[in-house]
Nanobody, 125 residues
Framework: QVQLVESGGGLVQAGGSLRLSCAAS????????MGWFRQAPGKEREFVAA????????YYADSVKGRFTISRDNGKSTVYLQMNSLTPEDTAVYYC??????????????????WGQGTQVTVSS
C-alpha cells in the first residue's frame, strides 16, 4: 500500500502560481504512475494531469494545458504540480493518486488505487 500526502495549497490571487507536492511512502514510488485530480464545491472530481512511472510521458486536461506542469522525482518519492496563470475556476481541493497497474498516464478515477487526503487551492479574483 502507498500513503500519499499532498501539500502546497493555499490562497492566491488570479494570475498567480502555486506548486503542489505529493509525498509518497510505503512502497517503491517508481512502480506507480501518478495523477492529480481536483474537486470543486458541488462538482464531481475531475482529472487534471498524469505522469508515467519514469516521468517520460505526461497528459493534461484541456482546461489546464499550457498552464500546469506535472513532474516527479523518484529519488524523493514525490510528484509535483506546478500551476501558473491561475484563475478562480481552478479553485478546488486537489488530490494526488497512484496507479499501480499501468505505466501510462490515465485520466479515469477508477484507474487509481491510492489517494491522498487533498489540499485546498483557492484563487481569488
Amino acid at each position: 500500500q502507498v500513503q500519499l500526502v499532498e501539500s502546497g495549497g493555499g490562497l492566491v490571487q488570479a494570475g498567480g502560481s502555486l506548486r503542489l507536492s505529493c509525498a509518497a511512502s510505503g512502497r517503491t514510488f517508481s512502480n506507480y504512475a501518478m495523477g492529480w485530480f481536483r474537486q470543486a464545491p458541488g462538482k464531481e472530481r475531475e482529472f487534471v494531469a498524469a505522469i508515467s512511472r519514469s516521468g517520460g510521458s505526461t497528459y493534461y486536461a484541456d482546461s489546464v494545458k499550457g498552464r500546469f506542469t506535472i513532474s516527479r522525482d523518484n529519488g524523493k518519492s514525490t510528484v509535483y504540480l506546478q500551476m501558473n496563470s491561475l484563475t478562480p475556476e481552478d479553485t478546488a481541493v486537489y488530490y494526488c493518486a497512484a496507479d499501480r497497474r499501468a505505466d501510462i498516464p490515465r485520466t479515469a478515477l477508477w484507474a487509481y488505487d491510492y489517494w491522498g487526503q487533498g489540499t485546498q487551492v483557492t484563487v481569488s479574483s
